[in-house]
């Protein structure tokens, strides 16, 4: 029988422990991050009286190497957010938080769909950026409620990685002689995609009230590609548009926000600053006592 080694068994015990730390840590931060991410929520549901959804995508730390990947509207997010709407009451307003750079355009409408169609008030908060159909979701809504310096997204459609308005612009310039087949397929599905995503937009507006008119003016305005698909709309310029727009984002929107946190890189962070809210002008400085 070998002897018992102290040394031996204090070293594989810290090598258990270490290797518990690395694989459970990990999940034991997700929980408690979820914890507060559902606190926030109900603190937003409370104040507003609403239904709370949220749709934010942001690069985050995932499994066991903390791979960080990319998210983007798609069939799972429709689902979620269908599901939440069905288990919302007629009568209760919903305030649905977005933060996206877009996606699967099929997802997008069906979020729409739900959203004009839910009997109370619709409300859409983007604290930084809803691009593409992120914009189609906001569209919905009959309030939106944007901080002063987010922006939404032009909803031209894309075919492939190509804007459906520059591959018809190819039969513009050329001969249809000199044009391959495979382009004049393209060019065929994106005036078709161009027309329908018009047809839908002055649905969802009027839907939501507007008249014919200006709907189909802002139809034109963002689905026929007369801006790059990441050119940013200000609020300024959605106003101009006749978009029921205002800029008080609640506080709460922003303490939510921070628990969407970048993963954690060993490079120092681009952005830096003190964390705390300093006094007006003419009160004593941070420094000061």
Known sequence: ??????????????????????????????MALQRARESAIRRIEEK????????????EAMGFLGIPIFRFINIEDSERVLRAIRMTPDDMPIDFIIHTPGGLA????????????HKAPVRVIIPHYAMSGGTLIALAADEIIMDENAVLGPVDPQIGQMPAASILKVLEKKDLKDVDDRTLILADVSEKAIRQMKDYLIWLLTTKGMEREKAERIAEELATGRFTHDYPLTVDYLRELGLNVKTEVPQEVYDLMDL???PVSSQPPSVQYIPVPYRQQGDRGPDQR
């Open 48 to 59: 507003r009286r609403s239904r709370v959804i949220t749709m934010i995508h942001r690069q």
């Open 1 to 30: 029988m070998p002897a018992y080694d102290p040394f031996s068994y204090m070293f594989n015990l810290l090598w258990f422990l270490l290797i518990f730390f690395i694989v459970i840590n990990p999940w034991f931060r997700k």
């Open 260 to 262: 969407y946190e970048q």
């Open 106 to 117: 099929l997802a997008a409408t069906q979020i729409a769909n739900a959203l004009a169609k």
